[in-house]
């Protein structure tokens, strides 16, 4: 089947869609681009769709490379035979291929390769035959030989146990059969050996087991932790009725003598002293002579214990975590996008508090276009306590400055920087507001190459509180200067693959900046960086051309610049915009290919550009409605998805889509921890959703936490499905912890009574 088959059944589009979207991928196209552009060409999926779509298809490729590599090096074997290339083409993941191949991988020096080099192979293929009544010794004897080092039967036999061993553990349906038994009735186990203070943090986990195939992905990734910090060990379990499964399994593979016998000894209630004295007799019998389907189960016992338990354990570790770390990805993902998207405060100069003790708060002021006015430092905060040095201060550069908002970053000394500033705000004769600011990353970036270009005047210190100022005033410009692993909207991200984790949120990072679209002639590089088709060199090269022509009239500028071919222009120019362009278009996400189409679309209903600026569109969909879409679509030369996007811009050119989410919150009082109470309902926002709940930001330093099975009434898989970071909610409170700086919170009983 063709790939582009698989991914249309997978993704539910029609065949000519899937085809299209991987021709697309293929000519360079990136997904924002792809996303709004040419939905006609793919049925309109939208960005993480296409995303997902890329990522299966690179899958896809990968598998079927692998696929031509397995057959290539097993034919020069010699080893192909029809049954392997059908299994081989059968094959749909890389788990599959791998154990066909198992069998036929170079290893290193092995017991079992050792007795293979000594000729012994034929006779482990003969005893696995299992010819009733056969004389194992006898069956060895010729195969004694001591300049291989084989100097008796036994020494042949225990060799050829050797080579059966391995038989067992590499066997492709062996191993698929124990797999789905593991996974569906193993355990992991831990147990707590550290009694240091650091290691108490797994005290959860002191004497813990679980079945892994219900085993959450944060559980997981906080074993792994404590693994690696050897707080805690970790180990696969297996009751008797899982043991007796995967013997059975076994032995219906290899035995072909009678199971029963040998499965009973995993039967405790009828394990009687008889049987284990047996069982010890038989462990002290001579290899040549046990009967040979005793040798086998022996040979098949020490291949499971030996070599292919801890393969799949080592096997299934692996996919846990893999599982997990999609897992949290996800979330990251998930997080990211509200967190960049979080409405600008616009029009407003905006005082950063950059908390600290002994070194004091650094402050910053901007203004509405994010250019640095004032900048200092004051010491409110302990050892110093210079309280009314400070107020004196501040209050001076909150009037010099028109100081409208302060923001305060949630770091080290953030309660005492907000207690300090609502009393100040108290003292003012003018209204100020002030927001708690997630200062995640300000450090990375103010230690950064690229804000010691952008301030070089200052030290890290400043550039940081310039930083969280921005935050406030627009995150999105002010987030895509730092690694999006550091914004922090996550859990164990240093336990991640770094690079998927990167690759994914940078598809998030670069789907916001597109959706939203960039002032082209305000636009720092960084944030050029991360428009469709554009990269490092040619957002520098717009920034240059910029500065030289001092402001871009038109997006058909870009194809003077220097070093920006056609297609980047094609992938980057309707994610640019220009306020006050002589074409309005330009300043909508109507891509210029387009423009034609819609002076089509404006003849047609007799309009015109100034219908546009002045809003006078609000008919346009009902007219259109009453001509017919599909009639108006193809008049204009487009498709009707295409049409549609086009009629929404023009209705609101040069809008931006954030302004029509939740503010951000601004106040001018506090409550502390202590303040807290029982029962108190109070308004908070979404900062961070996790697996087993969200921390919600409730005007105390400390986040709450509202655990999953507090957030509604109905029942949930994932507090995802209710909450994204930025939701503005209703909580009660329903624990306190003043001791542990620990709030428990309540959606779903909140204003009940």
Same mark, same amino acid.
């Given at each position: 089947?063709?790939?582009?088959?698989?991914?249309?059944?997978?993704?539910?589009?029609?065949?000519?869609?899937?085809?299209?979207?991987?021709?697309?991928?293929?000519?360079?196209?990136?997904?924002?681009?792809?996303?709004?552009?040419?939905?006609?060409?793919?049925?309109?999926?939208?960005?993480?769709?296409?995303?997902?779509?890329?990522?299966?298809?690179?899958?896809?490729?990968?598998?079927?490379?692998?696929?031509?590599?397995?057959?290539?090096?097993?034919?020069?074997?010699?080893?192909?035979?029809?049954?392997i290339q059908a299994s081989i083409d059968k094959a749909v993941t890389l788990t599959e291929i791998e154990d066909i191949y198992r069998p036929f991988r170079p290893k290193?020096?092995?017991?079992?390769?050792?007795?293979?080099?000594?000729?012994?192979?034929?006779?482990? +293929?003969?005893?696995?035959?299992?010819?009733?009544?056969?004389?194992?010794?006898?069956?060895?004897?010729?195969?004694?030989?001591?300049?291989?080092?084989?100097?008796?039967?036994?020494?042949?036999?225990?060799?050829?146990?050797?080579?059966?061993?391995?038989?067992?553990?590499?066997?492709?349906?062996?191993?698929?059969?124990?797999?789905?038994?593991?996974?569906?009735? /193993?355990?992991?186990?831990?147990?707590?050996?550290?009694?240091? +203070?650091?290691?108490?943090?797994?005290?959860?986990?002191?004497?813990?087991?679980?079945?892994?195939?219900?085993?959450?992905?944060?559980?997981?990734?906080?074993?792994?932790?404590?693994? *690696?910090?050897? /707080? @805690?060990?970790?180990?696969?379990?297996?009751?008797?009725?899982?043991?007796?499964?995967?013997?059975?399994?076994?032995?219906?593979?290899?035995?072909?003598?009678?199971?029963?016998?040998?499965?009973?000894?995993?039967?405790?209630?009828?394990?009687?002293?008889?049987?284990?004295?047996?069982?010890?007799?038989?462990?002290?019998?001579?290899?040549?002579?046990?009967?040979?389907?005793?040798?086998?189960?022996?040979? @098949?016992?020490?291949?499971?214990?030996?070599?292919?338990?801890?393969?799949?354990?080592?096997?299934?570790?692996?996919?846990?975590?893999?599982?997990?770390?999609?897992?949290?990805?996800?979330?990251?993902?998930?997080?990211?996008?509200?967190?960049?998207?979080?409405?600008?405060?616009?029009?407003?100069?905006?005082?950063?508090?950059?908390?600290?003790? #002994?070194?004091? %708060?650094?402050?910053?002021?901007?203004?509405? *276009?994010?250019?640095?006015?004032?900048?200092?430092?004051?010491?409110?905060?302990?050892?110093?306590?210079?309280?009314?040095?400070?107020?004196?201060?501040?209050?001076?550069?909150?009037?010099?400055?028109?100081?409208?908002?302060?923001?305060?970053?949630?770091?080290? /000394?953030?309660?005492?920087?907000?207690?300090?500033?609502?009393?100040?705000?108290?003292?003012?004769?003018?209204?100020?507001?002030?927001?708690?600011?997630?200062?995640?990353?300000?450090?990375?970036?103010?230690?950064?190459?690229?804000?010691?270009?952008?301030?070089?005047?200052?030290?890290?210190?400043? #550039?940081?509180?310039?930083?969280?100022?921005?935050?406030?005033?627009?995150?999105?410009?002010?987030?895509?200067?730092?690694?999006?692993?550091?914004?922090?909207?996550?859990?164990?991200?240093?336990?991640?693959?770094?690079?998927?984790?990167?690759?994914?949120?940078?598809?998030?990072?670069?789907?916001?900046?597109?959706?939203?679209?960039?002032?082209?002639?305000?636009?720092?590089?960084?944030?050029?960086?991360?428009?469709?088709?554009?990269?490092?060199?040619?957002?520098?090269?717009?920034?240059?051309?910029?500065?030289?022509?001092?402001?871009?009239?038109?997006?058909?500028?870009?194809?003077?610049?220097?070093?920006?071919?056609?297609?980047?222009?094609?992938?980057?120019?309707?994610?640019?915009?220009?306020?006050?362009?002589?074409?309005?278009?330009?300043?909508?996400?109507?891509?210029?290919?387009?423009?034609?189409?819609?002076?089509?679309?404006?003849?047609?209903?007799?309009?015109?550009?100034?219908?546009?600026?002045?809003?006078?569109?609000?008919?346009?969909?009902?007219? @259109?409605?009453?001509?017919?879409?599909?009639?108006?679509a193809d008049y204009c030369g487009i498709g009707v998805p295409t049409l549609q996007d086009i009629v929404a811009e023009l209705q609101k050119p040069g809008r931006d889509?954030?302004?029509?989410?939740?503010?951000?919150?601004?106040?001018?009082?506090?409550?502390?921890?202590?303040?807290?109470?029982?029962?108190?309902?109070?308004?908070?926002?979404?900062?961070?959703?996790?697996?087993?709940?969200?921390?919600?930001?409730?005007?105390?330093?400390? +986040?709450?936490?509202?655990?999953?099975?507090?957030? %509604?009434?109905?029942?949930?898989?994932?507090?995802?499905?209710?909450?994204?970071?930025?939701?503005?909610?209703?909580?009660?409170?329903?624990?306190? +912890?003043?001791?542990?700086?620990?709030?428990?919170?309540? @959606?779903?009983?909140?204003?009940?009574?």
């Open positions: 089947m063709e790939f582009y088959q698989v991914l249309a059944e997978r993704y539910g589009l029609k065949p000519i869609h899937a085809q299209n979207l991987i021709s697309l991928l293929d000519e360079g196209c990136t997904i924002p681009f792809i996303a709004r552009y040419r939905k006609e060409m793919h049925g309109t999926c939208d960005d993480q769709t296409i995303r997902s779509f890329a990522d299966d298809l690179n899958y896809l490729r990968n598998l079927q490379k692998r696929k031509d590599e397995v057959t290539n090096l097993i034919t020069e074997q010699g080893n192909m035979t029809p049954e290193r020096k092995t017991r079992a390769s050792v007795a293979i080099a000594a000729g012994l192979q034929p006779l482990a +293929d003969e005893i696995l035959k299992q010819v009733p009544n056969t004389n194992l010794a006898t069956m060895a004897a010729p195969y004694v030989n001591e300049e291989k080092g084989i100097n008796d039967t036994e020494s042949a036999l225990q060799g050829a146990s050797d080579i059966i061993a391995e038989i067992v553990a590499d066997h492709t349906n062996a191993r698929k059969a124990l797999r789905d038994i593991y996974w569906n009735r /193993a355990k992991l186990a831990t147990t707590w050996v550290s009694e240091k +203070d650091e290691a108490k943090t797994y005290e959860t986990y002191k004497d813990y087991s679980e079945t892994i195939k219900t085993m959450p992905s944060h559980r997981i990734l906080a074993i792994n932790r404590g693994e *690696k910090e050897d /707080a @805690i060990k970790v180990a696969f379990k297996l009751d008797e009725t899982t043991q007796k499964q995967v013997f059975a399994a076994l032995y219906k593979e290899f035995l072909k003598g009678d199971a029963k016998q040998y499965l009973k000894e995993f039967d405790s209630t009828t394990e009687t002293q008889e049987k284990k004295t047996t069982k010890e007799k038989k462990a002290d019998i001579k290899l040549g002579d046990m009967e040979i389907h005793d040798f086998v189960v022996r040979a @098949i016992k020490d291949g499971y214990e030996r070599l292919l338990a801890p393969s799949l354990e080592r096997e299934l570790r692996t996919t846990l975590t893999e599982n997990a770390s999609k897992q949290a990805i996800k979330m990251f993902e998930l997080n990211l996008k509200p967190l960049l998207m979080q409405p600008p405060l616009k029009n407003k100069t905006i005082m950063a508090v950059d908390p600290a003790y #002994r070194t004091g %708060c650094k402050i910053a002021v901007i203004d509405s *276009k994010g250019m640095v006015l004032d900048t200092g430092v004051v010491y409110p905060t302990p050892p110093q306590n210079k309280t009314e040095e400070s107020i004196k201060i501040l209050t001076d550069m909150i009037y010099r400055n028109n100081v409208d908002t302060i923001s305060i970053g949630n770091g080290t /000394a953030s309660k005492e920087a907000e207690i300090f500033v609502a009393n100040l705000i108290k003292t003012l004769n003018k209204p100020v507001q002030y927001a708690i600011v997630n200062e995640a990353g300000a450090s990375v970036y103010s230690a950064s190459k690229l804000g010691a270009e952008e301030f070089p005047q200052y030290d890290v210190s400043i #550039r940081s509180a310039v930083s969280i100022a921005r935050r406030l005033q627009d995150p999105l410009a002010e987030l895509i200067k730092i690694d999006p692993k550091s914004i922090g909207v996550g859990q164990y991200q240093h336990d991640m693959p770094q690079k998927r984790l990167s690759e994914v949120l940078e598809g998030v990072v670069e789907n916001c900046v597109n959706e939203v679209g960039v002032d082209l002639n305000t636009a720092s590089v960084p944030l050029l960086t991360r428009v469709s088709g554009l990269n490092s060199n040619s957002a520098k090269e717009v920034a240059k051309y910029r500065d030289k022509i001092k402001s871009f009239k038109s997006r058909e500028q870009l194809l003077d610049v220097p070093k920006l071919g056609a297609k980047a222009y094609e992938q980057c120019a309707g994610f640019l915009r220009i306020p006050g362009a002589d074409n309005i278009l330009d300043n909508t996400a109507v891509h210029p290919e387009s423009y034609p189409a819609v002076n089509k679309l404006l003849a047609l209903f007799n309009l015109d550009a100034d219908a546009i600026k002045n809003g006078a569109l609000n008919n346009l969909p009902n007219a @259109i409605q009453e001509k017919g879409e599909q009639s108006v889509i954030r302004d029509s989410l939740p503010k951000p919150v601004l106040r001018s009082d506090l409550l502390s921890l202590e303040d807290l109470q029982v029962g108190m309902d109070l308004d908070g926002t979404v900062r961070n959703v996790i697996d087993f709940g969200a921390f919600i930001d409730i005007g105390v330093h400390q +986040d709450g936490l509202v655990h999953i099975s507090q957030i %509604c009434d109905r029942y949930i898989k994932h507090p995802s499905e209710e909450l994204t970071v930025g939701d503005k909610v209703r909580v009660r409170v329903i624990g306190v +912890d003043v001791e542990k700086k620990r709030i428990s919170l309540s @959606i779903k009983q909140a204003d009940k009574d």
